[in-house]
């Protein structure tokens, strides 16, 4: 019973690719969303840049230290949408969870 969910943009209908959503059954899609710098509307291949790596718990901040460079754009593998945090996994980066706090979109 292992039903893969998917989201789609309720205002153009693109499918919401590398997206998990906790709590809401509708999210806006990169290009539909109002805040063009929200990480949290970044699907499967946007680019991110690494702004605050000193935001989040200081675990947070502890491993995005010791693997991100500030300034530097990355690749979005997946992004995981929670309650009260949410995290992003980076291409170049396999197997690791940011918190979204670090990034803003990169276009």
């Known amino acids: 019973m292992n039903e893969k969910i998917e989201f789609r943009c309720p205002k153009c209908?693109?499918?919401l690719d590398g997206i998990t959503l906790d709590y809401r059954l509708e999210w806006l899609c990169s290009k539909c969303t109002e805040d063009q710098s929200d990480v949290l509307h970044c699907e499967r291949g946007c680019k991110v840049k690494a702004v605050d790596l000193d935001a989040g718990l200081s675990?947070?901040?502890?491993?995005?230290?010791?693997l991100l460079t500030e300034g530097q754009v990355y690749e979005v593998e997946k992004i995981h949408v929670g309650g009260w945090c949410s995290s992003i996994r980076l291409k170049e980066f396999p197997g690791k969870e940011f918190n979204t706090v670090h990034f803003i979109r990169y276009e």
């Open 13 to 15: 209908g693109k499918l």
């Open 59 to 66: 675990c947070d901040s502890k491993q995005a230290h010791e």
